[in-house]
């Protein structure tokens, strides 16, 4: 595992920009899931939004649920090859709860160009 690996000294000495932090806990990826089987008979589903801040404690927040999916909006697209429907989702996976991890610069979904897939033009007026 890339924890074990990094603390053996398996990683790139040379490179003065070597993502440290990436090899020690994972790298940045649009889609991750974590299944723990121990939580089986409670199946509470997990989704996490988030972008790397939550990468050190991934592990540890989904080791609570049956299964967690950890999204992270800047890669989704482009690991995936689809837009994330957060409506979609949620009902494709049977999502129990979900929680949103993010650093204050990806919070403005809008200035990131990021669409969850949420219709708020089209409410109809009472």
Excluded: P, Q, W
Aim: negative net charge.
């Amino acid at each position: 595992s890339g924890k074990s690996d990094y603390l053996k000294g398996d990683y790139e000495k040379e490179d003065v920009y070597y993502n440290h932090y990436g090899k020690y806990f994972h790298s940045d990826l649009g889609e991750i899931v974590y299944t723990f089987d121990k939580n089986k008979k409670d199946n509470k589903r997990l989704l996490i939004i988030s972008d790397s801040y939550s990468n050190c404690i991934d592990k540890l927040i989904a080791s609570h649920f049956y299964k967690t999916y950890v999204i992270d909006l800047r890669y989704f697209e482009s690991s995936i090859g689809e837009k994330f429907v957060l409506e979609d989702y949620v009902e494709e996976n049977k999502i129990t709860d979900c929680l949103v991890m993010l650093s204050a610069n990806s919070v403005y979904f809008e200035s990131a160009d990021l669409d969850l897939g949420l219709d708020t033009k089209n409410e109809t007026k009472k």
